[in-house]
Structure formats: structure tokens, C-alpha cells
T-cell receptor
Framework: DSGVTQTPKHLITATGQRVTLRCSPRSGDLSVYWYQQSLDQGLQFLIHYYNGEERAKGNILERFSAQQFPDLHSELNLSSLELGDSALYFC?????????????FGSGTRLTVV | KNEVEQSPQNLTAQEGEFITINCSYSVGISALHWLQQHPGGGIVSLFMLSSGKKKHGRLIATINIQEKHSSLHITASHPRDSAVYICAVSFTTAGGTSYGKLTFGQGTILTVHP
């Protein structure tokens, strides 16, 4: 157990639907990062939150949004789902904004859109 | 363009062999990470480097900042080392900070046969 908890582990949903992925960072970590891993694009950075505020955005689609709550857990919302959104979604956490001490990754949520 | 290139893409070895995986990147970085991902599994952070060399058990990671190159070595490889090894970097922005955002290589699939 890495200390980063992601739920659910697996999710199967239909095109056009909306899902929410949840991430609880390791205790004491203030930063949460979301990554998408697909067969054709590999691992890509989506978004970074630090202590409740958005700090950086990567290749995140407008249909996707995220937030970090006061208890530091984060949710990634994916809407109007398309087949191409099927992927592994990883969350990682770090102690501070610059990840000076590295990252701890969760085990991922596997999203299948049918 | 900030890029990370890994080689080889696939690597097959016999148990006991010495293994090297290479990673090169295009511009200045604040840190380089080696990650391990087992089939169907989560991501484990192996090393975080900004200079020099680190060792953990049979794994050794080195980085040459001037050459913009890093290597991951596995001594006395074992079938349990079979996994995908991913190089990831935090590129330094014009403002001198990376905000912890990672850019990933495409990964090296390592298979170690008994």
C-alpha cells in the first residue's frame, strides 16, 4: 500500500456518461497530480492541485475537470465520455508544490468506455 | 519541445544478466525519476535524481546533467524484475520552476526469463 488511495479500481460505463474518480493523497502530502495512461499516448500529465488550488494544467480535455477539497482528497470528473477516454487514470501525491521529495503513486483506476 | 526518449523499447534477458535502460531528455530539468510498473499494476517510484548516482539493492541509477542522459542498471536480473520501466522528468520552466509536472518516456518493457 503506497498510501495513495484511488477509487474505484475499475469502472465500466457507456459513451456519453459522466464519472468521478477519487484520490486520497498520502498523509501529509499537499499536492495531487492526475495522469492518464493510454495505449497510444502513454502516460500524460493532466492537472496538478496544491493545497486546494490548481497549479498546472497539461493535456486535459475541456470535458474533464478536477478539484481538491479542504481535506486534500481530489476528484477527477470526466463527462460526455468517448471510447477514446478508456485508459488508466493515475493519481500521485507529493509533499509540496515542487515535489522536491518525489512522488507516491496510487494503483490507478481503469476506465473502460463501451 | 520538451521530450523524453527511452531505449530500448523492449528488452529480453536471461536471469542473472546485467541490464541497462537509457533515457535522454531535451532541455534542462529539475529532477529525473525512474518508475516501475508491473502488468496490470500501479506505478512505483524507484529513484529520483538531480545529479550523480543512486543505488538501491540491485538497482543503480545514474544521471549526467551535461549530456542530458540517465541510465537505470539492474544487476543479477531476476524474473521478478519483469516490468515496464519508465523514465520521467520535471522540466524547468522559464520561471525556474517545474511545479512538479512530469513528462514521461514511452517506457521499456523488460522480460527476464529464468
Amino acid at each position: 500500500d503506497s498510501g495513495v488511495t484511488q477509487t474505484p479500481k475499475h469502472l465500466i460505463t457507456a459513451t456519453g456518461q459522466r464519472v468521478t474518480l477519487r484520490c486520497s493523497p498520502r498523509s501529509g502530502d499537499l499536492s495531487v497530480y492526475w495522469y492518464q495512461q493510454s495505449l497510444d499516448q502513454g502516460l500524460q500529465f493532466l492537472i496538478h492541485y496544491y493545497n486546494g488550488e490548481e497549479r498546472a494544467k497539461g493535456n486535459i480535455l475541456e470535458r474533464f475537470s478536477a478539484q481538491q477539497f479542504p481535506d486534500l482528497h481530489s476528484e477527477l470528473n470526466l463527462s460526455s465520455l468517448e471510447l477514446g477516454d478508456s485508459a488508466l487514470y493515475f493519481c500521485a501525491s507529493s509533499t509540496n508544490r515542487e515535489a522536491e521529495y518525489g512522488y507516491t503513486f496510487g494503483s490507478g483506476t481503469r476506465l473502460t468506455v463501451v | 519541445k520538451n521530450e523524453v526518449e527511452q531505449s530500448p523499447q523492449n528488452l529480453t534477458a536471461q536471469e542473472g544478466e546485467f541490464i541497462t535502460i537509457n533515457c535522454s531528455y531535451s532541455v534542462g530539468i529539475s529532477a529525473l525519476h525512474w518508475l516501475q510498473q508491473h502488468p496490470g499494476g500501479g506505478i512505483v517510484s524507484l529513484f529520483m535524481l538531480s545529479s550523480g548516482k543512486k543505488k538501491h539493492g540491485r538497482l543503480i541509477a545514474t544521471i549526467n546533467i551535461q549530456e542530458k542522459h540517465s541510465s537505470l542498471h539492474i544487476t543479477a536480473s531476476h524474473p521478478r524484475d519483469s516490468a515496464v520501466y519508465i523514465c520521467a522528468v520535471s522540466f524547468t520552466t522559464a520561471g525556474g520552476t517545474s511545479y512538479g509536472k512530469l513528462t514521461f518516456g514511452q517506457g521499456t518493457i523488460l522480460t527476464v526469463h529464468p
